[in-house]
């Protein structure tokens, strides 16, 4: 994630005109981000891209409110370290014969309300309450009969927030880094947003 804000930095600053755009007022936002999650109970470290919708509405000096839907999957897999062979199951005789299970999202969804403050700069700094519903599934090398115990899934769902710091690249794309943090699922992200 270090790499991909310094790379993002570097990038903008030869894009970024000398003076800062002044953000649309009101409109339809669409919105892709590409996040590095952490689902706790697993500790294990998950990729996942979102895309969103929402709409943003001015509240005048320099506040606006964006209600917003997202949903995503994941696109890279996590792997949690058992620790060697594990016994899993009484009575079925089955057992992992290797240290590991792979963890991946399956699908990603969220509702939240931002709050955005618009610096005079071209900053802007948001706070969003939100909902959200994480599906994960694991894989594993069970010596079964049964293919459905070489799986398992788990779905997180609970209430939470997501804060970050952005830019206005241009009067309607804008550039942030943020913070998620839900009852199980922490994360860093990067997104793109247009307001139309």
Do not use: C, W
Not at 95 to 116: C, K, P, T, W
Not at 120 to 143: M, V
């Amino acid at each position: 994630m270090k790499k991909i804000l310094a790379t993002t930095l570097l990038l903008t600053s030869f894009v970024l005109p000398a003076e800062a755009a002044r953000p649309v007022k009101d409109g339809i936002v669409v919105s892709a981000d590409i996040n590095r999650i952490r689902v706790r109970r697993m500790d294990t470290y998950v990729g996942v891209i979102t895309a969103g919708l929402g709409y943003k509405f001015d509240l005048g000096k320099n506040f606006s409110l964006i209600p917003e839907y997202r949903i995503g999957t994941g696109f890279t897999e996590g792997t949690m370290d058992v620790g060697g062979e594990l016994t899993a199951g009484t009575g079925s005789g089955y057992l992992v014969y290797r240290e590991d299970i792979d963890v991946e999202v399956d699908s990603f969804m969220a509702f939240s309300v931002r709050g955005q403050y618009d610096l005079n700069n071209g900053i802007y700094a948001y706070i969003a309450p939100s909902y959200s519903r994480t599906k994960t599934s694991t894989s594993t090398a069970f010596l079964s009969t049964d293919p459905r115990k070489n799986s398992f899934g788990k779905t997180y769902t609970g209430f939470g927030y997501r804060a970050g710091l952005g830019f206005h690249l241009t009067s309607r794309l804008g550039a942030d880094v943020s913070y998620e943090r839900y009852s199980e699922i922490t994360g860093l992200s990067f997104g793109l947003h247009y307001t139309f």
